[in-house]
């Protein structure tokens, strides 16, 4: 009969968007390679109210746990110290090419005390073996190699650095011709390290020679020249340290201020979107976050990254809420009930303007356009 047809369309809806939500999973699946789930989200409100709940540690469990972390740390320590000196032994087995490889593998993972040692001894390698060169082409490989072993050691390890490996870095970087490095070396760690007088009078002899080694870097070194922007950590950020300028779209994003980003692909666009989606799914159930798609091709890429990056994190959605929603001519899934709607300009034309969707619009909090450019 007539009332037969209202249930079965409505179990019609429902099973054609659990149908499209294991589509969007195994698209994310494909798309990042998993669905990620690390960190919950969670609304703040719950946030602040679940931190209450929290009892306080008693001094006796903090001590417990600072011993417990001190002997695992001696025990890392024990091991990376054993694991140096077996790659120590098997060094001279290698070529010069798989020993710097090998050393700086070994770095890598190694904790920083042994760390330390390693880097000591991958400069008395490249001393030597710099010394028994006899043709160019082997001399620049560690000449370069060797400028790098003192830059680590000065950049990670300035604090630690002792008198006698303090004279042979600046010493080494001298010899190298790069006397202005060296006087900077030297003047850096005097901060630290106070020499004597005859020490600092030995590195200021050459007063009027500021030869750097610019040149040199940029003529053999581009390849390994690092970006100084990356050297501060950002606490919003925690998988990776954002550059200067994501640094500053997401202080635009923070004071809810507009922002137009030109840059290449792969440079990290797509983290700033995800950045803005991350603020929305942690505000309120209420707020809405529009994604523009310039073609409905890339609708669903977009719904699918959007479910790997956030659908196993976000657990605490109310009743009748859903993460994403998608919004083209063709098809429609939750596109009022969602907290990110991934949609096309005409569409979020149509919904901007509607006197039906008016209610809907005041929750709209970021519109991200992808490809504005297509748009003008």
């Known amino acids: ?42 609304y703040e409100e719950k946030k602040k109210q679940s931190a209450k709940g929290h009892k306080r540690q008693s001094v006796k469990a903090k001590k417990i746990i600072e011993q417990n972390m001190k002997k695992k740390r001696e025990e890392q320590v024990f091991k990376d110290e ?28 190694a904790c920083p005390e042994v760390q330390y040692k390693a880097r000591q001894a991958k400069l008395n390698m490249c001393q030597k073996e710099l010394e028994s060169c006899r043709s160019e ?17 000065v950049d990670e390890h300035l604090l630690t650095i002792n008198k006698k490996l303090r004279r042979d870095i ?30 600092r009078q030995a590195i200021t002899e050459d007063a009027d020679n500021d030869s750097t080694c610019c ?40 004071k809810n201020e507009s922002v137009v980003v030109s840059a290449p692909t792969s440079s990290g666009k797509t983290f700033i979107s995800f950045y803005c989606m991350e603020k929305i799914l942690r505000s309120s159930p209420d707020n809405v976050l529009v994604y523009v798609s310039p073609t409905k091709a890339l609708v669903n890429q977009v719904a699918a990254m959007v479910y790997a990056q956030f659908a196993h994190r976000k657990t605490d959605l109310p009743p009748g809420k859903t993460l994403c929603g998608v919004f083209t001519r063709d098809y429609r899934l939750q596109p009022q009930s969602c907290q990110i709607l991934v949609t096309v300009p005409e569409v979020l034309d149509i919904l901007m303007l509607s006197t039906v969707t008016q209610e809907w619009v005041r929750s709209i909090k970021y519109v991200i356009f992808d490809e504005a450019s297509l748009y003008v």
């Open 215 to 254: 040149r040199f870097q940029l003529s053999f070194m581009g390849h390994l020249m690092e970006n100084k922007e990356k050297l501060e950590p950002d606490s919003r950020i925690q998988a990776f340290v954002p550059d200067m300028w994501q640094r500053k779209v997401m202080d635009c994003v923070d």
């Open 170 to 199: 600046v010493h080494t970087v001298k010899s190298l011709g790069f006397v202005g490095n060296a006087r900077m070396i030297e003047k850096e760690l005097e901060k630290w390290l106070p020499s004597s007088t005859k020490a």
């Open 82 to 109: 054993q694991k140096f000196e077996w790659l120590r032994k098997s060094l001279s087995q290698s070529s010069g090419k798989d020993r710097i490889k090998q050393f700086d593998d070994f770095v890598k993972l």
């Open 137 to 153: 082409a082997p001399a620049q490989f560690w000449k370069i190699h060797l400028f790098l072993s003192c830059h680590s050691l």
């Open 1 to 42: 009969g007539m009332g037969v047809l209202p249930a079965l369309l409505k179990k019609g809806l429902q099973y054609s968007v659990v149908k499209y939500k294991r589509f969007l999973h195994n698209y994310a699946e494909s798309v990042a390679g998993q669905v990620l789930n690390i960190d919950p989200l969670m």
